[in-house]
């Protein structure tokens, strides 16, 4: 649940987001994620998972859910109809930035107001901080050299979900 094995947050809108992400009792003075955000974070990658996936992208996309197509492979690619509307390294980092989308929709006043690009990278930002695979739920662990500028490298060594 730490933030901080990634960096200060430069780039990411800022010591104005990150206050207001710590107002909203996301994360704590040290950039770790507070307990009670965490777990409902949890729970939404819970909902998130199986058939309901393509629901909770489109709303995250601001879009119909029948535009939603999800071409599975590395990386995953999430049309909108007849446009790349994202990428990420694989399903399970889908459903981890759906679910924290959501939840940082619920607590942050003004993140819709952030611009898309911010937010994605808030989202991959802090994906990073999950302890369990939102696939398979088995340990994650970063890759042993990481560098304290950029996002460290994180998979899954059970179903092999790339994470980061």
């Keep these: 649940m730490d ?6 947050g430069a780039g990411l809108g800022g010591r104005q987001l990150w206050e207001s992400l710590r107002a909203a009792d996301v ?19 819970a909902q998130v998972r199986g058939p309901s996936r393509v629901a909770y992208l489109a709303r995250m996309l601001e879009t119909q859910k029948t535009n939603i197509t999800i071409e599975t492979g590395e990386p995953v690619i999430v049309m909108d109809g007849t446009w790349i509307a994202g990428e990420w390294p694989s399903v399970a980092a889908v459903d981890a930035d759906v679910g924290l989308f959501i939840a940082l ?14 937010q994605r990278e808030l989202l991959a930002h802090l ?3 999950l ?7 088995a340990e994650l662990r970063p890759h042993a050299e990481i560098s304290p500028s950029e996002v460290p490298t994180i998979d899954c060594s059970h179903c092999g979900a790339q994470l980061s």
């Design 105 to 118: 929709q619920r607590h942050v006043p003004g993140w819709d107001n952030l611009r898309s690009t911010e």
């Design 3 to 8: 933030t901080s094995r990634n960096g200060d």
């Design 127 to 129: 994906r990073v901080c």
């Design 27 to 45: 994360v704590d003075a040290e950039h770790r994620l507070t307990p009670p955000f965490y777990a409902e974070w949890q729970r939404l990658i």
């Design 131 to 137: 302890s369990h695979c939102p696939s398979c739920d």
